[in-house]
């Protein structure tokens, strides 16, 4: 089921068109910009990429250099939070409720 997209020569107005089958033939639809005589043509689609944190850091780095690390800060004692939780859940009552897995 793939889209087809589609630019006018004149006003570079964009269209997309569904088809539900790679062996169907596409007509281009007309501009629908008011007023536009421009012929409707095939143009190559654009992509999007999904960055995940890790590529959106790296790229940030690339861009503005280790002022990056100034903004985010430094990263959080995951083992100071362990211990303080550990100190904390010291005096809590036993649970009578079973824990299943």
């Known amino acids: 089921m793939p889209f087809y997209e589609f630019m006018c020569s004149v006003c570079s107005h964009r269209a997309e068109v569904f088809v ?32 995940t944190e890790m590529d959106q850091l790296a790229e940030a780095e690339a861009k503005w250099g280790k002022q ?4 985010m800060g430094p990263s959080p004692d995951i083992g100071r939070y362990a211990r303080r939780y ?14 299943h897995e």
């Open 68 to 71: 990056i690390d100034d903004v």
């Open 20 to 51: 539900r089958s790679v062996n169907s033939t596409v007509t281009a639809p007309a501009c629908s910009t008011e007023g536009c005589e421009g012929q409707m043509r095939r143009v190559v689609s654009r992509f999007m990429r999904h960055l």
């Open 86 to 99: 550990s100190e904390l859940s010291k005096d809590l009552p036993p649970s009578d409720i079973p824990i």
